[in-house]
């Protein structure tokens, strides 16, 4: 069997080429550039060069990239993993989402990356953020490089040690996701991450996809799966590429945050009034359509919910926040637009992958 070195090797010689940054750069500049700025699903985006050979585009093909230490029976996105295959349960799980998306976007609205994204014209996916972070969502994380897809797969996380140690034993998994095959409008059903308020989106060339409840991501068409025997030697070499995983994390403001969201033992109205407003809700049914909501919430999953409270940033991630935003604000500031991609979207926008 394989080693991951094998199989990376494997998928770039078929795959666009990779350029590394230095450890301090936030952004690689010049002829070949990590990133560029394109319209996206109808917003403008900050997207990995490397995924630029979209469908309908001449040149090489592009691929997305998931990697795991195991492979399970299913792919599944974490908010319905092992979840009841109850109608009642599944769609509650997915109101629980929507709510933490809206708390999540209430907090970084006071945030200077908010700042940042408004004066340079980006849109912020906060639903992408919110998965990236680790709050469960019905999203799946991908990633558009193949080394960190690979770093992944042979990264053990320790909750004692707050490290990645390297897999030395046992079989891993890599996916490719050759998502240029299902033609046009399937890009409605990724979405890159692009640029949070810290690094980390970008170090990782993070991506999400779109799963219906119920769907294995192993099942679907024109993805591959290969696996290999995991090696001391292998995992170290990925490890030393990535400095042991603090490359792909670097200090970020975000992380505690979300942490603290993430564990919040009840739901607060402030974010369901949010998201009824942000859902198109008139003025006069925002009350009535968050009481419903709370009530609904309560009854499945037995959460509380919360008036007149509001998560905040504090004071040592605030000094974090604006210090970042500046080294983001001229990274962006050098970034060049890519081309605008036309016909990305389906005549149905709804209809979803099998």
Known sequence: MKTILDI?????????????????????????????????????????????????????????????????????????RDVPNDEWQ??????????????????????????????????????????????????????????????????RWDKKSNSFHPMESGTGVMYRFDWAAFGPGYSNFFEPVGFGPGLRPARQHAWTFRLRPGVDFQQLPHVSAVEFTHSKAASEELFARFDDGAWLYPPDCLASLVERLRDLPFVTMHAIRHAAKQDGQPPEAIEPSAERAAHFLNAILGLDIVDGYELQLEEGDLKVARSQALTLDDALGKLRFGWRLVGTRRENSDEEPL
């Not at 936030?26 to 070949?32: E, L, W």
């Open 8 to 80: 990376v090797h494997d998928f770039r010689e078929s795959d666009p080429p990779l350029i590394y940054l230095g450890q301090d750069d936030p952004v690689a500049y010049g002829k070949f550039l990590e990133f560029e700025v394109v319209h996206w699903n109808g917003t403008t985006r900050i997207v990995p060069s490397e995924s630029l050979n979209l469908p309908g585009r001449p040149g090489n093909r592009s691929y997305m990239y998931r990697g795991q230490t195991t492979r399970y029976p299913t792919c599944e996105p974490s908010l319905l």
């Open 90 to 155: 599944i769609k509650a799980r997915l109101t629980l989402e929507r709510f933490r998306v809206a708390e999540l976007e209430l907090v970084l609205r006071d945030h200077p990356f908010k700042n940042v994204s408004d004066k340079r014209g980006f849109h912020v996916d906060y639903h992408g953020l919110a998965q990236h972070y680790g709050i469960p969502t019905s999203l799946l994380d991908l990633t558009s490089n193949a080394e960190v897809a690979a770093f992944f797969a042979v990264a």
